[in-house]
């Protein structure tokens, strides 16, 4: 089995000039080793490119993979600064508002549209994966969530690529020391990796611009919420020439010694998403059972380590198979997560025909919406989804092996995936830690949205996996 490593650079520095030039080098470095990487752009500093006529750094770029790092970057409002207020629908469609600019120039600067969504530092929402996948482009890379086996998941409909753990050099690049370092960490961490059974590791190359600035050029002019006029642009005082070409040596080591490590492929996130491809459209009542089997065994938590079903699309295909008098194949369909929290409140136990009455409310709030209800009973006696999710289960494998059950249990348990707490905790701890982003920003609907859209979460297997 190949353990896939990506070569990751974030193309970004809408300041100093002089950063398009160290493009050009990189680029020849990956040539000559016959490389290709993965190369995020900001769609301002593709449309500067153009406007600078930098075809040379458009050219050096056409044949690798580019992906879109925001339209605009640490220009204010960011990514979470511009979600922060918003709910899920409206924070959808203005995340596709602010972006389409930054899609619209990739494709038309470099001929092809972009093959993925990177994340701008530590500014992200959850409802970008969902606007990723409406705008045809569904595939992010860096974003805090994951599952307990695997980096590559889907989350809110798009396949993400985990910034959690990834091989960093940067401006490391710079020093003979620190290279070594980080050299050998990499080898550590592609060796735990490779043993833990994960099929990809990132390895972030570097922001070009700090392979020769000391600042970087967004702390310089957008810090802390202030946007600075071009007029008054900072411009970063720069490391020697010879730290330079240094880097430029680093660099080609580091990429003859993945090239030529036999248990690695080196993949572009483009070639990646031919790799990592979805599940088939219909659902056998063979892989609902076995989901049905995983929420039984999950007992109080809920289970996100399905590559065929994710919880909330378990849960909605349950919900069908209830009103079903034989198993069948059932259509696949993209399902998210709830917009309001689940209540925990349970009551002993519920009937068959008002377990069948919870399935078909939440059939309904589905094709209403897209998404999980988070109460399937009454205001008066709610059913958490959650709740209805263990029920149906247990329910369908009675069925399953001939009993009909007249009463189903209602087990206590969480309405959300355990580990929602942690990626919320990852994601507020990069927002605040961010030194771009306002320090006033409200992050409380942010962190409700990602948390409930970890019912959405599910591995990614590669193709060449059994």
Request: charged content about 20%.
């Amino acid at each position: 089995m190949a353990h896939y490593v990506t070569l990751l650079f974030d193309v970004e520095d809408l300041c100093w000039p002089g950063s398009d030039d160290i493009v050009l080098d990189l680029a020849q470095v990956l040539a000559l080793n016959g490389v290709r990487g993965s190369f995020f752009v900001v769609g301002e500093k593709a449309r500067l490119w153009e406007r600078r006529g930098r075809t040379d750094c458009i050219a050096a770029l056409a044949s690798h993979d580019i992906g879109l790092h925001t339209d605009r970057h640490s220009i204010h409002p960011t990514v979470s600064e511009y979600l922060a207020p918003c709910g899920w629908a409206d924070g959808v469609e203005e995340a596709l508002r602010r972006d389409a600019p930054g899609f619209e120039s990739i494709e038309r600067i470099f001929g092809r549209p972009a093959s993925s969504w990177g994340q701008a530092g530590g500014t992200w929402g959850p409802q970008i994966h969902a606007a990723l996948n409406k705008a045809g482009v569904p595939c992010a890379v860096y974003p805090s969530t994951c599952t307990p086996s695997a980096d590559v998941h889907y989350y809110a409909g798009s396949l993400t690529f985990s910034g959690n753990e990834l091989a960093s050099f940067d401006s490391d690049m710079l020093d003979a020391g620190r290279f070594a370092e980080r050299m050998a960490a990499m080898r550590q961490l592609l060796d735990r990796r490779i043993a833990a059974g994960q099929t990809w590791t990132g390895m972030f190359v570097c922001h070009p611009t700090m392979l020769r600035a000391t600042q970087f050029w967004d702390q310089l002019n957008f810090a802390a919420g202030r946007n600075t006029d071009l007029a008054d642009y900072r411009m970063p005082e720069l490391h020697p020439e010879p730290a330079y070409r240094l880097a430029l040596q680093n660099f080609d080591t580091l990429v003859r010694a993945l090239r030529d490590d036999s248990r690695l492929t080196i993949a572009t996130i483009a070639e990646l998403r031919q790799i990592y491809r979805p599940p088939e459209p219909d659902v056998s009542p063979e892989t609902l059972r076995a989901a049905a089997q995983q929420f039984v065994a999950a007992s109080d938590d809920l289970p996100i380590d399905n590559p065929e079903l994710s919880p909330a699309e378990a849960v909605y295909l349950m919900a069908q198979a209830l009103l079903d008098d034989q198993p069948r194949q059932l259509p696949r369909r993209e399902i998210y997560g709830p917009i309001t929290e689940p209540p925990d409140a349970v009551r002993p136990g519920l009937e068959w025909a008002d377990l069948v009455a919870a399935g078909r409310a939440l059939i309904r709030e589905v094709e209403r919406n897209g998404h999980l209800p988070a109460n399937v009973g009454t205001a008066a006696a709610p059913i958490g989804v959650g709740t209805f999710g263990r029920a149906a289960a247990a329910a369908l494998l009675q069925r399953s092996v001939g009993a009909q059950p007249a009463r189903i249990a209602l087990v206590e348990g969480r309405q959300v995936p355990t580990i929602a707490d942690a990626i919320a905790d990852r994601v507020r701890s990069g927002i605040a830690g961010w030194p771009i982003h306002d320090p006033q920003l409200d992050t409380e609907q942010l962190l409700l949205h990602t948390r409930l859209q970890c019912w959405t979460l599910r591995p990614s297997i590669p193709e060449d996996v059994d």
